[in-house]
């Protein structure tokens, strides 16, 4: 082993931080509602948020460049590409891409919610993968765009190209839904 | 194509995004998830849930575990804990603990860092990736050795050597050849990481924001003969 370096301070160890698992823990409405819209199914959202908490709890996390809440929707979106990988489909194939039985989805998760609500939250499931990704990070998560284009692995630019375009076909679908 | 962004006005679009956030703000955790995940985080949980068997029944329960000890010491551990790749894995995301090793005087291809009698490869000119820092760590009875490189994104890998014979692959791991050096691929926690040996030893090298093919690239590097295998 090299000989530690006797005066010197750990070179990035300041630049990281231990994730605060309570905090973690009090992140948990942000979490679920990006995963509702992430993968349009209530069960599924339930199980890929406890597994993501699962996975993020079971040991120290150190964090250098995200924040906590950045940290768990990249931690989630990668538990939802797993399960996707193991179930052999792709995002866009999922069987929820009908924006009506989505709402109906996110209607049984959610009994108090407005008929408004479910049909602006599947409008934004029922995007492609890269617009609803972003949205879901963003507006539904609560994440700034550099966050937003630290958790996804994308450039500040095309966060804010993804959600210009996500918000339009989202108001294109809620027109075509109807007034309201 | 139809592109519907170029339709709406700023103002619609940052209307749209209001109705979104408004829409997100309604939707609370159900309270079952809310509770498994407390129970996750050994947070206690506003429902009072019953006490389970083994608190109620401690002498019942010590039994149970002593016995299970036991069969788990014959059945499945005959020769001690052994390291898994995957832990080795996890000590890239681990902070360094020692400076950035420097680069070798009179060899550009290694830094100034060796473990098990391997050096470290030095990837600064090659591909970008310069050594930020060191570790050594001790996994089930073996040491290992990490050093930490990033790239000018801000990337960060860790390639970890650990001492003794060399580690079970994990299951399910994806086998290639690139320049002649078998790897094997594998993903840990929505991190991608990579194996193979050098002179015996199991080397892993493993990223969260890294592709499995720059991991397959960097890990065969022979840096013109310098990395030795």
Redesign the interface.
């Known amino acids: 082993?090299?000989a530690?370096?006797g005066d010197?301070?750990?070179?990035?160890?300041s630049?990281?931080r231990r994730l605060d698992?309570?905090a973690?823990?009090d992140h948990?409405?942000r979490?679920?509602?990006t995963a509702?819209?992430m993968c349009g199914s209530r069960e599924t959202a339930?199980d890929l948020?406890?597994e993501t908490?699962?996975?993020v709890?079971s040991?120290p996390?150190?964090l250098?460049?995200d924040d906590d809440l950045g940290y768990l929707i990249?931690?989630l979106r990668?538990?939802w590409h797993?399960h996707l990988r193991a179930r052999g489909s792709r995002p866009q194939e999922t069987e929820l891409v009908d924006p009506e039985r989505i709402a109906a989805s996110?209607g049984q998760?959610?009994p108090?919610?407005?008929l408004?609500?479910?049909e602006?939250?599947a409008a934004?499931a029922a995007l492609p993968e890269e617009f609803r990704d972003t949205?879901a990070a963003v507006?539904?998560g609560?994440l700034s765009y550099s966050e937003a284009a630290k958790a996804l692995?994308v450039a500040e630019g095309t966060i804010m190209s993804r959600?210009?375009?996500g918000?339009?076909?989202?108001?294109?679908a809620?027109s075509r839904e109807g007034p309201g | 194509v139809n592109?519907?962004?170029?339709?709406?006005s700023e103002a619609?679009?940052e209307r749209?995004?209001a109705?979104?956030?408004?829409?997100?703000a309604?939707?609370?955790?159900?309270a079952?998830?809310?509770e498994?995940?407390?129970d996750?985080?050994g947070?206690p949980s506003a429902a009072a849930k019953p006490r389970p068997w083994w608190a109620r029944f401690p002498a019942v329960a010590t039994a149970a575990v002593a016995v299970a000890a036991a069969v788990l010491a014959i059945v499945v551990l005959p020769g001690g804990g052994e390291p898994s790749v995957t832990d080795a894995a996890?000590l890239a995301?681990?902070?360094?603990?020692?400076?950035?090793?420097a680069a070798e005087p009179d060899q550009p291809a290694l830094l100034?860092?060796?473990?098990e009698g391997l050096s470290y490869p030095d990837w600064k000119r090659e591909f970008g990736w310069r050594a930020?820092?060191?570790r050594?760590d001790e996994l089930d009875g073996r040491?290992a050795?990490t050093v930490?490189y990033e790239n000018p994104d801000?990337a960060?890998i860790g390639y970890t050597i650990v001492a003794g014979d060399a580690l079970d692959e994990p299951s399910g791991a994806k086998r290639s050849v690139v320049d002649g050096v078998e790897l094997a691929a594998f993903?840990t926690?929505?991190a991608n990481g990579v194996t193979w040996l050098r002179d015996g030893h199991s080397c892993i090298l493993a990223g969260e924001?890294v592709e499995r093919s720059t991991l397959l690239e960097l890990a065969a590097w022979k840096g013109d003969g310098a990395v030795t295998f």
């Open positions: 082993v090299n530690a370096i010197h301070r750990p070179v990035d160890a630049e990281l698992p309570e973690a823990v948990l409405d979490l679920y509602r509702l819209v339930e948020v406890q908490y699962a996975k709890l040991r996390r150190f250098r460049r990249k931690a990668n538990t797993t996110i998760a959610n108090q919610l407005s408004e609500a479910r602006v939250l934004v949205v507006d539904v609560g692995g959600l210009s375009r918000r339009a076909r989202v108001a294109e809620l | 592109d519907p962004s170029t339709n709406p619609e679009l749209v995004a109705t979104i956030r408004s829409a997100s309604e939707v609370r955790a159900p079952e998830l809310r498994r995940v407390d996750l985080r947070r996890e995301e681990l902070p360094a603990s020692e400076p950035a090793p100034a860092a060796s473990f930020v820092g060191e050594t040491d050795h930490f801000g960060r993903e926690d929505g924001d």
